[in-house]
């Protein structure tokens, strides 16, 4: 059968347009695609792996300033349970929740099993004092305990030991480690205090 040459013309054209069109429909679902798995990715990393947090207040010094970022391992969380020593990022304890910060940083000083208690200035585990490198002071709140740390539970404390310079373990008692978001491994900023905790 012959089609006149504009008729051929205009099948082809349709026929390009169509192919055009699918082309374009399937390379826009192939980006939406990678774009959804990516912020599935980054959801899943802030949410289970790593994440960024910023030092607000006094509590921590000398080993924190204020301002300073630390990058968080929460991944650790899952695998391991906290110990002695370390610095984690832990939800304030709901009676002592203040609203702009919700979240603490402080030392795991004592773990589930432990007897903690603060004498004459001193920190004491189990019966034996506590070497405190990180700190710049003794305990100038008074004595407290002796407490038993339960199961499932920490007791944490601020390094800045100065007189009513952090609420902590002492204050709200031992906490659950559900409460604990991750350990802080590193400051990061400014570049210039960068260490490794």
Same mark, same amino acid.
């Given at each position: 059968?012959?089609?006149?040459?504009?008729?051929?013309?205009?099948?082809?054209?349709?026929?390009?347009?169509?192919? #055009?069109?699918?082309?374009?429909?399937?390379?826009?679902?192939?980006?939406?695609?990678?774009?959804?798995?990516?912020?599935?990715?980054?959801?899943?990393?802030?949410?289970?792996?790593?994440?960024?947090?910023?030092?607000?207040?006094?509590?921590?010094?000398?080993?924190?300033?204020?301002? #300073?970022?630390?990058?968080?391992?929460?991944?650790?969380?899952?695998?391991?349970?906290?110990?002695?020593?370390?610095?984690?990022?832990?939800?304030?304890?709901?009676?002592?929740?203040?609203?702009?910060?919700?979240?603490?940083?402080?030392?795991?000083?004592?773990?589930?099993?432990?007897?903690?208690?603060?004498?004459?200035?001193?920190? *004491?585990?189990?019966?034996?004092?506590?070497?405190?490198? *990180?700190?710049?002071?003794?305990?100038?709140?008074?004595?407290?305990?002796?407490?038993?740390?339960?199961?499932?539970?920490?007791?944490?404390?601020?390094?800045?030991?100065?007189?009513?310079?952090?609420?902590?373990?002492?204050?709200?008692?031992?906490?659950?480690?559900?409460?604990?978001?991750?350990?802080?491994? *590193?400051?990061?900023?400014?570049?210039?205090?960068?260490?490794?905790?």
């Amino acid at each position: 059968m012959f089609v006149p040459r504009n008729e051929q013309n205009h099948t082809v054209s349709r026929s390009a347009m169509d192919a #055009e069109g699918k082309s374009f429909t399937h390379e826009l679902w192939d980006w939406t695609k990678s774009i959804l798995v990516a912020l599935l990715v980054v959801i899943l990393f802030h949410q289970f792996g790593f994440n960024l947090s910023t030092v607000r207040g006094n509590s921590m010094q000398p080993t924190l300033q204020e301002g #300073e970022w630390l990058f968080v391992n929460k991944a650790i969380t899952y695998v391991k349970a906290p110990r002695r020593g370390e610095v984690v990022i832990l939800k304030e304890p709901e009676e002592q929740l203040v609203a702009n910060h919700p979240f603490l940083v402080k030392r795991v000083v004592a773990i589930a099993g432990d007897e903690v208690e603060g004498r004459d200035g001193l920190l *004491y585990v189990n019966g034996i004092v506590v070497e405190e490198p *990180y700190t710049d002071t003794p305990i100038l709140d008074g004595d407290f305990g002796p407490m038993l740390v339960g199961q499932g539970h920490v007791f944490v404390m601020g390094d800045n030991r100065h007189a009513a310079a952090s609420a902590d373990s002492r204050r709200f008692g031992a906490v659950p480690t559900s409460h604990i978001q991750g350990r802080a491994e *590193y400051v990061l900023w400014p570049f210039s205090m960068a260490t490794k905790l």
